[in-house]
């Protein structure tokens, strides 16, 4: 977003603010001058407002602080994360309970969770097999997480999504 800086600021007044700065509406010739008078810019900070609201300000520190303040929101902003798991339809259990061992970490540091079950060749055979595996999954996983997507056939593999529960305080 760019913004109108001096001579761009084409209104008759505008409401002043900054520091160093009495605030109050202006016109727009005072306000230059209260700028100039200070070595500084009067910078256009809220054009939709009535009157427009500027700010006596140095620009290029302006819009250093302004970058400054959108990384620190984007730095702020929650990244979700999402953690594969892969079962075989004949899992056995010490494998499973592996794998959930390792979901329930996943689950615990705030990852959601896409399980699948992965057919090879004629295992496709094997599709109730797969769906009660993960169904079991979602069952023990029960008191960490709450089911998003049911299991579902896609292509080759047959998957279910888990998300986090939200911890009380």
Not at 14 to 20: D, K, P, Q, S, T
Not at 68 to 75: D, I, M, N
Not at 82 to 105: M, S, W
């Amino acid at each position: 977003m760019q913004h109108r800086v001096n001579e761009r600021i084409r209104v008759k007044e505008v409401r002043l603010v900054g520091e160093n700065v009495e605030q109050g509406v202006y016109t727009i010739e005072q306000a230059r001058q209260i700028a100039e008078e200070q070595g500084l810019d009067l910078v256009e900070i809220s054009p939709n407002a009535e009157p427009p609201v500027c700010r006596v300000t140095d620009y290029q520190k302006f819009l250093y602080q302004q970058k400054k303040r959108e990384k620190e929101l984007k730095a702020k902003a929650t990244k979700v994360v999402v953690k594969e798991i892969r079962f075989g339809p004949q899992t056995d259990d010490h494998d499973y309970n592996f794998k959930l061992k390792h979901a329930i970490e996943f689950l615990n540091d705030g990852s959601k969770i896409k399980a699948y079950v992965f057919f090879k060749g004629r295992s496709i055979l094997f599709k109730e097999q797969g769906e009660v595996l993960l169904l079991r999954f979602a069952n023990d996983l029960e008191e960490y997480a709450k089911v998003d997507q049911l299991p579902l056939l896609e292509g080759k593999r047959m998957i279910i999504q888990l998300s986090p529960k939200k911890k009380a305080k």
